[in-house]
């Protein structure tokens, strides 16, 4: 098999989460490889990340210069195809600044793309065969990827148990001369700066008790309901993605991967499907409680209970049965 | 500014509960109600925000069969001022690559400053605005969630990152950017809209028109192939409650309250 690279996501000294995800997905597709690991950024830094990425990989590519202290795709993008042999494959986390590059970078390398895997199951010849989620999540499909002429793989972050050995003692090359001999690629695209999502007025990553709504709960009149339910329960509102997108609450409720991590010990789920966004943010395996009106929705999955109701119905008779019962 | 915008013709996640058929080979298509993908109409509302301010036009594009005019012409009825409608039988089964090849081509057909996505579709990966931009080797940025003119062929950038954080850039034109969900409010549709656009000419374009060669596109030409579809299993699963709906309510209570769900 083509050799196998897993470009390296860090953020001030430290390897993201993901990075370890890369190296167990590159054994899975090939137990025999070396896994190169690609480090790109400017110095400082630099050094720290390759050292710890050399704990777990066979091999440190590492790229340096100013110009990529903040990692911008359109910078990394000509880089990585003057960087990569032919037929490579490489992997990355499906996440904002994979799906920046990859899907651009496969058409550079000529090669597969294969988005958002969330696993695989094994090789006929050259062509892959993984797994895909569509519709939310309600839904998976078996997908077949041919690798004969390379292929970009994003990752679905948290879809593959990360190997945690620091059991390598990986060469750190400096690939820097190598990819800057034609010097710094024209940038189309120009960084200006990072702003912190406001805070709000409750800082729902401390709450205990969470009353969270989704999509079910139609019109925003009706939140008034789950604003007395939290109320009689003793519990924060928090909600999903599409009640933050129709400006209904502020962003700073909003639970998942594009919003708040949060841990609470219950979680009351209201009118939510359960995507793997929504979920990501759920951490410290909470007492999940599930309401929704279709039964077959991926929240009832992952929840402890579930209640298969319309929560327009079920929930103002469940608020008056817990404020009769608090007298 | 002249706009394009890539829509697609989705099954209504909201409307609809997707099933498996029975032999796996699809999602059971009977009785779906079918709509434009939801981050597809964030960007055709962003584009026409963009030309009321500026000037130009909005043109909408999208690739499926006979039933996709309809989602053009929706998106007409929004403002956009033309549509395109891109269909030929060699374009079935076509992987993300596929897609992008097609509207390259229709992008080098016209004189656009700047192409739309949608971040992604419910039944795909977000995948074709990247590859359509690395083809016609113009910039490109995903998940954009906001736009503002900064000088002569500059555009300021808001990318939706992790933590609901915003990373801002410029970027330069002409560029493909793909539009995540919440960048503005869409307006509404109503049956007038439609009916006021109902005559309104939509061209057809094939590879013919189009000028790419028929295994460029398709299952041909795809290197990523769906086999089949079936349900996960993710969990042990919920303990569903059963009864009636009072004896639910005091079952969850007491759940609840052991948990320490209420306070």
């Known amino acids: 098999m083509a050799q196998i690279f897993a470009y390296i996501l860090h953020k001030d000294g430290v390897l993201d989460d993901t990075a370890l995800e890369l190296r167990a997905a590159g054994a899975t597709l090939d137990p025999e490889a070396a896994v190169t690991a690609v480090v790109t950024g400017s110095a400082g830094d630099l050094e720290k990340v390759c050292k710890e990425a050399a704990r777990s990989f066979d091999t440190v590519w590492k790229v340096e210069n100013d110009a990529l202290a903040y990692p911008n795709a359109e910078v990394i993008r000509p880089l990585m195809k003057r960087l990569l042999p032919k037929n490579s494959l490489v992997l990355l986390p499906h996440e904002h600044f994979g799906m920046d590059l990859a899907p651009g970078l496969s058409v550079a390398l000529e090669a597969a793309y294969l988005p958002d895997s969330v696993a695989f199951e094994g090789m006929e010849g050259d062509v892959l065969k993984a797994v895909r989620e569509e519709y939310s999540g309600m839904v998976r499909t078996h997908v077949r990827c041919n690798l004969s002429t390379g292929a970009v793989i994003t990752l679905r972050p948290g879809a593959f148990a990360p190997d945690e050995r620091k059991d390598k003692t990986g060469e750190i090359m400096d690939k820097t001369p190598e990819v800057f001999q034609e010097g710094l690629p024209e940038v189309p695209r120009r960084y200006l700066e990072m702003v912190e999502a406001e805070a709000g007025d409750v800082d729902i990553t401390k709450s205990e008790v969470l009353v969270s709504v989704g999509r079910g709960i139609e019109e925003q009149d009706n939140l008034e309901m789950i604003q007395e339910l939290a109320k009689a329960m003793g519990a924060d509102v928090s909600c999903s993605r599409p009640i933050v997108d129709a400006k209904w609450m502020e962003k700073s409720r909003q639970v998942g991967t594009s919003g708040k991590t949060v841990k609470p010990k219950v979680y009351l789920a209201l009118g939510i499907s359960g995507s793997f966004q929504h979920l990501g943010g759920i951490k410290g395996s909470p007492f999940m409680v599930a309401v929704n009106k279709n039964p077959k929705a991926p929240i009832f999955q992952v929840a402890d209970v579930g209640v298969v109701a319309d929560i327009l119905d079920f929930v103002p008779n469940l608020t008056e049965k817990i404020a009769e019962s608090a007298k | ?263």
């Open chain 2, 1 to 263: 500014m002249e706009i394009l915008v890539c829509v697609k013709r989705v099954p209504d996640t909201s409307e609809n509960e997707i099933t498996v058929n029975r032999d796996g080979t699809d999602i059971e298509r009977e009785d779906l109600v079918y709509s434009v993908n939801e981050w597809d109409n964030y960007a055709v509302e962003e584009a026409i925000r963009l030309r009321d301010t500026g000037g130009g036009s909005v043109t909408v594009v999208s690739l499926g069969p006979e039933e996709t005019e309809e989602v053009i012409r929706r998106e007409m009825a929004m403002g956009a001022d033309k549509g395109i409608h891109l269909m030929d039988p060699v374009f079935e089964g076509s992987d993300g690559r596929g897609v992008a090849a097609a509207l390259k081509a229709e992008v080098e057909k016209g004189n656009y400053d700047l192409v739309l996505t949608g971040a992604q579709a419910d039944d795909g990966a977000g995948q074709v605005g990247g590859m359509l931009a690395a083809m016609l080797q113009w910039p490109f940025a995903a998940l954009v969630n906001h736009i503002e003119m900064s000088g002569d062929g500059i555009l300021k950038i808001g990318r939706e990152i992790a933590g609901g954080n915003q990373e801002f850039s410029e970027i330069r034109l002409p560029c493909v950017l793909s539009i995540q969900t919440g960048i503005n409010e869409p307006r509404y549709v109503g049956i007038r809209g439609i009916r006021k656009v109902a005559s309104l000419e939509i061209p057809v374009h094939g590879t013919a028109e189009l000028g790419i060669p028929p295994e460029a596109v398709g299952e041909v030409g795809a290197k990523v192939k769906r086999i089949d579809y079936f349900v996960p299993q993710l969990g042990d699963g919920a303990e569903i409650l059963e009864g009636s709906q009072e004896e639910i309510i005091d079952k969850l209570i007491e759940l609840l309250k052991s948990k320490g769900g209420i306070k």
